[in-house]
C-alpha cells in the first residue's frame, strides 16, 4: 500500500496558497520552533504576518532542541493546552517537525511523559502544518517522530498514522539561510532515506521514480549549491528531494543505516544526516548484492556506478568520525539490533558486521 495523507504546498507561493486549508483546521496555534532556525529562514515572520492578516491569535513554543526530548514535547503539550491552541504550525527542520507531532498527540490524547512511545494510546489528533526549513529529514511527510530519553541518552521513534501532518508548506527560499555544513548534513539524511527506500524489505517500487529522481537531484545539485548557498535552483531541487525522500520512508521506513547512525548522534552529538552519512557507503556495500538489480538502476539514473558514487561521497570531504571506544561499540552494536528499523532490513545483519562497520569508521 502507498499511503500519503498529507496535502503537500510546494513553491515560492506555497503558503499563501494553503491559506484557506490552514485556517479550515481550527481557530488558534500553537506554533512550535527551535530558537534559532524558523526566525532565520524567514518562515516565522511569514507565518506570523499571515496569521496577523487575519487577526488570528496564536501561542509560539520555541524551546526545541536539536534531537528533541521527552521533556520537551511534555513542555510543549503543557503550553498547548494552557493557551487553549486547537492546532498545531511546526517550523523548523526535523527537530521542531517531530517535537510538534509529539506535542500534538500527547495534547490530544492526553498522555504523561512515559505514554509518549506507546502508540496504541493514539486514539486522536490535533491538526498539525509542517513547514519545513532545512531539506533533509522529509518529516512534512512522514508518520514518525524520532525523540531522545534524557534518563537513557537513547534516541528512538515511534511511528503512527495519526502522526502525519495535515498540511506540508514546503518553500525552498527558507532554506537559503543554512550554513554549509547543516546543507550538507542534511542532505545526506536524504539521500540515506532515498537509498534506505530501495534496501527496505518493505519497498514499494512505486516509489522508484521519485527515489531515482530525488537522488539525482542531491548528486547533481548539492556541490553547487555548498559553492553558491542561494542558488535557488539548486535549493529548490534539493527541498524536493527531501520530499520525496519522506514520502519514500512514509512507505518502507528506515533500515539498518539509521540504526548504526543513532548512537553516534546520542553519545556524540553528530548530527542525524552526518552519521547517516558516515555509514552510508559501508551499508551500501552491505546490501548491494540483495538489491544489486534496484541499484543498479539508480545508478543508471545518476549516470553512474558504485565505485563513481563512492567517489562522490569522498569528494564532499566529509568531517571523521569521532573516536570509537570499544565500550561503545559493544553496546551500541546491542542497541542496533535492537532498533525497530532492523526488521526491515533487506537480509540478515549479525553483531559481527555491526561491529566491522563500526571499527571500519576509527
Ligand atoms: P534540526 O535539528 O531540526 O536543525 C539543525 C540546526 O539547523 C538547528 O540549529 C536549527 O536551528 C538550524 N536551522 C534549521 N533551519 C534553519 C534555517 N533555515 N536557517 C538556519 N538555521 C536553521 O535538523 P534536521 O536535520 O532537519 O533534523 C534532524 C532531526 O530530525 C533528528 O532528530 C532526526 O532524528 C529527525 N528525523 C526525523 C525523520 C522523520 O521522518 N520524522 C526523518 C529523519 C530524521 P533551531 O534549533 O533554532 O531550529
Ligand atoms: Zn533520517
Known amino acids: 500500500m502507498f499511503h500519503l495523507p498529507t496535502q503537500i504546498f510546494f513553491g515560492s507561493d506555497a503558503l499563501a496558497e494553503a491559506a484557506d486549508y490552514i485556517f479550515n483546521l481550527g481557530s488558534k496555534p500553537l506554533l512550535v520552533s527551535g530558537p534559532v532556525g524558523a526566525r532565520k529562514s524567514g518562515a516565522l515572520g ?12 496564536w501561542a509560539h513554543f520555541d524551546e526545541v532542541e536539536e534531537n528533541p526530548s521527552l521533556d520537551t514535547v511534555m513542555a510543549g503539550a503543557q503550553l498547548l493546552r494552557a493557551e487553549q491552541c486547537d492546532y498545531v504550525i511546526a517550523i523548523g527542520g526535523g527537530s521542531p517537525l517531530d517535537a510538534a507531532k509529539a506535542i500534538a498527540l500527547v495534547a490530544a490524547n492526553a498522555l504523561q511523559r512515559a505514554q509518549i512511545y506507546q502508540t496504541e494510546l493514539f486514539q486522536c489528533k490535533l491538526p498539525l502544518i509542517a513547514i519545513p526549513t532545512t531539506s533533509g529529514t522529509g518529516s512534512e511527510v512522514t508518520q514518525y517522530s524520532v525523540l531522545t530519553n534524557p534518563d537513557t541518552g537513547i534516541k528512538s521513534g515511534f511511528g503512527h498514522v495519526l502522526a502525519f501532518p495535515s498540511l506540508a508548506i514546503c518553500n525552498p527560499i527558507y532554506t537559503h539561510s543554512l550554513n554549509s555544513q547543516v546543507t550538507l548534513n542534511t542532505a545526506l539524511d536524504a539521500l540515506s532515506h532515498l537509498l534506505e527506500g530501495i534496501y527496505s ?3 514499494q517500487a512505486l516509489a522508484d521514480p521519485l527515489i531515482h529522481a530525488g537522488a539525482r537531484d542531491i548528486f547533481e545539485n548539492l556541490q553547487p549549491v555548498l559553492e553558491n548557498p542561494s542558488l535557488a ?17 512514509a512507505q518502507g521506513s528506515t533500515t539498518l543505516q539509521h540504526s548504526l547512525g543513532y548512537p553516534l548522534t546520542s553519545r556524540f552529538g553528530t548530527p542525524h544526516g552526518l552519521s547517516n552519512a558516515l555509514v552510508m557507503l559501508p551499508v551500501l556495500k552491505l546490501f548491494y548484492s540483495a538489491r544489486k538489480v534496484e541499484l543498479n538502476a539508480l545508478f543508471a539514473a545518476l549516470n553512474t556506478s558504485l565505485e563513481g558514487f563512492a567517489l562522490w561521497l569522498e569528494s564532499l570531504n566529509l568531517p571523521s568520525c569521532p573516536p570509537l571506544e570499544d565500550d561503545f561499540i559493544a553496546k551500541s552494536v546491542q542497541e542496533v539490533l535492537g532498533s525497530r528499523n532492523m526488521a526491515n532490513n533487506p537480509q540478515e545483519v549479525s553483531a559481527p558486521q555491526i561491529r566491522q562497520i563500526y571499527l571500519d569508521l576509527r
Open 233 to 249: 535552483s539548486g535549493r529548490e531541487k534539493l527541498m524536493r528531494a527531501s520530499l520525496y525522500g519522506g514520502i519514500t520512508i
Open 201 to 203: 524489505n518493505k519497498r
Open 46 to 57: 511569514d507565518v506570523e504576518k499571515l496569521l496577523q492578516s487575519f487577526a488570528i491569535p
